[in-house]
């Protein structure tokens, strides 16, 4: 099994490591770099066996695999520190949004790099992710980063030139639809149910209706259609949804999103 070193210890890598070790990677194959000495000692304390160590220098020696989940203003300076201990063939893969692969090419000269964007659902293993090879990465990094990534979720492959877009819309996805969560509890309470009532309902409404969706190969317009008897009452709610441009308003989000994300990557 590959030795993998994680550079950042937060959410998103805290979230990557659970799903490592869940997957089957052996606990002595892993070396985590976080700066912060207390959660240096959380994730000592939540992952036995596992070495946390404060340098990523220190992390990626040895290391098959290199997963750069830093803030994106300190990649570069995170790599560079790293770079002398980086073997000639180390992968790197960056989830850090918005910083290009020429960025992590530039700072990790010849090495193959992908790039990905996972969301935030990677916190319970089902993330949504997206990545993207560099000059120097082959069908075989791609094969590796899949496997990796994909211990806390889907993975697909696109282009850089999409990612984006997968930003505005995956990326940034789980917040539309936690925005929906909460319009339908103030809803249900407008409409007269308790609070937690409303609550309850709307969780499981949200997880229920999404794994039918996941479960099938319908697409959501039939699951919607089947849902829609006419002249019912889903009609009429649906009616009053697109009269307040409910679906425009949902593509004029990810289009803002994505444009937002170009910006960041070119700043």
């Known amino acids: 099994m590959s030795a993998l070193a994680l550079l950042g210890g937060g959410k998103m890598g805290e979230a ?11 606990p002595d194959t892993i070396a985590v770099a976080e700066v912060d ?6 994730l000592e304390e939540r992952f036995k066996g596992v070495r946390v160590v404060p340098s990523a220098a220190w992390a990626v020696a040895d290391a098959d695999v290199v997963v750069v989940a830093v803030k994106p203003q300190v990649v570069t300076s995170v790599l560079e ?15 850090a949004a918005g910083v290009t692969i020429a960025t992590v090419e530039a700072a990790a000269p010849g090495r193959p790099v992908v790039r990905a964007m996972p969301n935030t659902p990677a916190l319970v293993r089902r993330a949504a992710t997206a990545i993207a090879a560099g ?12 496997r990796v990534l994909g211990a806390v979720g889907v993975v697909v492959q696109v ?15 789980p917040a539309y639809v936690f925005l929906l969560a909460e319009a339908l ?8 149910l308790p609070r937690s009532t409303a609550d ?22 039939t699951l919607r259609a089947a849902v829609t008897s006419p002249g019912g ?14 679906r425009a308003a949902v593509l004029d989000a990810v289009r803002a999103a994505t444009e937002r994300s170009r910006e960041l990557g070119d700043e």
């Open 185 to 192: 509890i103030e809803a249900g309470v407008l409409a007269g």
């Open 233 to 246: 009452t889903t009609a009429a709610g649906l009616h009053a949804l697109e009269q307040r441009g409910v």
């Open 200 to 221: 309850t309902l709307v969780r499981q409404t949200l997880l229920g209706s999404a794994e039918l969706l996941a479960a099938g190969d319908d697409p959501p317009e």
């Open 37 to 42: 000495g207390d959660r240096r000692r959380e």
């Open 81 to 95: 520190q790293a770079a002398a201990s980086l073997a000639a063939d180390t992968l790197i893969i960056s989830i």
């Open 16 to 26: 990557l490591l659970g799903g490592l070790l869940d997957a089957g990677y052996e």
């Open 135 to 146: 000059r120097h990465a082959d069908a075989s990094h791609l094969e590796t980063a899949e």
């Open 159 to 173: 282009p850089e030139a999409h990612l984006d877009a997968v930003t505005g819309l995956s990326g940034s996805g």
